[in-house]
């Protein structure tokens, strides 16, 4: 069995910029969504898809990497917003990036998509059934918003990228510890479009292809289920928190990030964020925040990475990672 470590990483958000004054026509302030979220600017596509940005974001990875395109043997995209219903999004980028011997699938898990994307792409690396593979998680939420709703605030779009590669050395992904829940389906949900309400004009009316959210059952469950799931994660493999260097979250909120902070016992500046510039980017978030860090902060051999998500579904977990 070999590790699986990160060989390269890479991300892409497109140069439009929306500040938060924008939302004042829908009741919204840029003091209430910054104070609350965090937030303060989102990245929003113009005549870019989901898997421009997972491309670009792909090949500034493999770049990273020191690989070719043609190394790639898997790519695996995580995505709440594909290109199409099908062919997955993951072909498109294979294409796009020309990585002809890679094999490709998307995945959906929403938010917590790259956590468990990469879960899967570790296994394929441990297995030795691939040698590199490259894990892309990224979301064009403007594309499901309705703009005329306060909740219109919480997303921008971007792209992050993994290469994940074999070694022998003792480094890499320690361990995962994911869930689900489906009985949460209903609390973040895109109603139509699927099997169960196929897009109809009636279904355009309602405004039925847009986003569905209950903000605060996502904010009892994320404080809920993402502390326990470090303490087991932490207390299985019998590492204190203070051992770990850095926590890198999916960006749901500061309020959240910082309550789960405080029930786990990390310190704040620990806790590394992107909302500020990015707002939530779904799929993206973990990747780019993890590029961002890679990109900006030495790491030393032995340093413990703590990652952490939850999403629709639901869905949620965590990981360990030494580098």
């Known amino acids: 069995m070999y590790n699986a470590f990160i060989k390269g990483t890479g991300s892409y958000v497109p140069p439009k910029i929306l500040k938060n004054d924008f939302f004042e026509s829908v009741g919204s302030s840029d003091t209430w969504i910054y104070n609350t979220l965090g937030i303060k600017e989102r990245r929003i596509v113009e005549g870019e ?12 990875a493999i770049e ?19 290109d199409r219903l099908a062919p997955s999004s993951a072909c498109f980028v294979q294409e796009k990036l020309g990585a002809k011997n890679a094999v490709a699938f998307d995945i959906s898990a929403v938010c917590s998509g790259a956590l468990f994307a990469t879960s899967i792409g ?12 490259l894990v892309i998680g990224a979301d064009t939420f403007s594309n499901i918003i309705d703009w005329e709703r306060r909740d219109a605030v919480f997303f921008g779009d971007g792209a992050g990228a993994i290469v994940l590669s074999q ?33 109809s004009e009636e279904s355009v009316k309602n ?33 204190s928190i203070d051992a770990i260097k850095y926590m890198i979250p999916h960006q749901p ?13 990390i310190p704040f500046e620990k806790v590394q964020t992107n909302m500020d510039k990015y707002a939530n980017t779904s799929g993206g978030t973990i990747p780019i925040v993890l590029d961002e860090v890679l990109k900006q902060e030495s790491m030393e ?8 998500a939850v999403g629709a ?7 360990l990672y030494k580098w």
């Open 49 to 60: 898809t989901t898997s421009d940005l997972a491309s670009k974001a792909g090949l500034k």
């Open 64 to 82: 990273d990497a020191g690989l070719s395109v043609l190394d790639i043997d898997l790519i695996i995209m995580a995505t709440a917003t594909p």
């Open 167 to 199: 070694t022998t050395e003792d480094k890499g992904f320690v361990e995962f510890i994911l869930h689900a829940d489906g009985t949460g389906k209903d609390h973040f949900s895109i109603p139509a479009g699927g099997s169960e309400q196929p897009a």
């Open 301 to 308: 051999p032995g340093d413990l990475l703590l990652f952490a």
């Open 207 to 239: 405004g039925d292809h847009y986003f569905q959210m209950n903000g605060k059952a996502v904010y009892q469950t994320a404080t809920e289920v993402v502390p326990k799931s470090i303490i087991e994660l932490l207390e299985k493999n019998r590492v």
């Open 253 to 265: 909120s500061i309020g959240i990030l910082k309550e789960i902070a405080k029930q786990v016992g």
């Open 313 to 319: 579904g639901w869905t949620w977990g965590t990981a």
């Open 122 to 133: 570790v296994q394929f690396i441990s297995t030795g059934m691939y040698k590199n593979v």
